[in-house]
């Protein structure tokens, strides 16, 4: 009982320890795509109920600016941490959306709610994909009529790709939880291996093609 006790306890501790830890390194729960030919950051999606979903800047908006630091010449990683914070203080920032300028206020949170993959989905699933693009869904229009034409023809096109793998794959994993409950790893792992084969065949098909483009543009230059 003593011993139950002082587990208790200790799990208790770290959680408020991890929080505390937090609380001093908060955001306003965005997701960013950087077009690095036109050094361009834009907002391509929220985490649920985080800060900057609650005040309504649109997705896609453009990020000029972060707390008065332009942001045109940062890579994420340096965004990110403009971002971040101590829990409760406020961050500045200067968007651009529809040929517009706005400034919002957002004041930064920790804990905010996270969407929660099945973690066995997530193992197979990570076997198929570039981690970068493991959870990407299609980049909204005002994004994609902003960046550069290199991105449009290389990039944009990654982001349906994959999202359109996702559903066929959640969609096959699904089928092996429904219908092959006592065969479900061999069924899983044949279905990684397919997947796994196109994602090999697709990127060479890509790449050749990207290839052919751009000897292409070569030769008419």
């Not at 941490?81 to 919002?104: A, D, M, P, R, W």
């Not at 902003?146 to 290389?154: A, H, L």
Request: glycine share 4%.
């Amino acid at each position: 009982m003593i011993r139950k006790l002082v587990l208790f306890i200790a799990i208790i501790v770290y959680t408020l320890g991890l929080c505390t830890k937090a609380s001093t390194n908060c955001g306003i729960g965005i997701k960013l795509f950087k077009d690095h030919t036109n050094n361009k950051s834009f907002i391509q999606e929220f985490l649920p109920n985080s800060p900057a979903e609650d005040r309504k800047i649109p997705i896609g908006s453009e990020i000029i600016s972060i707390d008065k630091k332009k942001t045109k010449y940062l890579y994420e990683d340096q965004i990110y941490n403009l971002l971040n914070g101590q829990e409760g203080t406020l961050v500045s920032l200067v968007t651009k959306y529809n040929g517009k300028k706005y400034i919002y206020d957002v004041r930064r949170k920790c804990c905010y709610e996270k969407e929660v993959e099945d973690k066995r989905f997530d193992t197979y699933w990570k076997q198929v994909v570039p981690i970068n693009m493991a959870y990407t869904s299609p980049l909204p229009e005002n994004i994609t009529s902003s960046v550069s034409e290199r991105y449009k023809k290389e990039v944009v096109p990654l982001y349906e790709y994959w999202y359109l793998r996702r559903y066929n794959f959640k969609s096959g994993y699904h089928m092996c939880q429904k219908y092959y409950p006592k065969d479900f790893n061999t069924c899983v792992k044949d279905l990684v291996r397919r997947e796994i084969n196109r994602t090999i065949q697709d990127e060479q098909t890509r790449l050749n093609r990207l290839e052919y483009e751009r000897q292409l543009e070569k030769e008419k230059k």
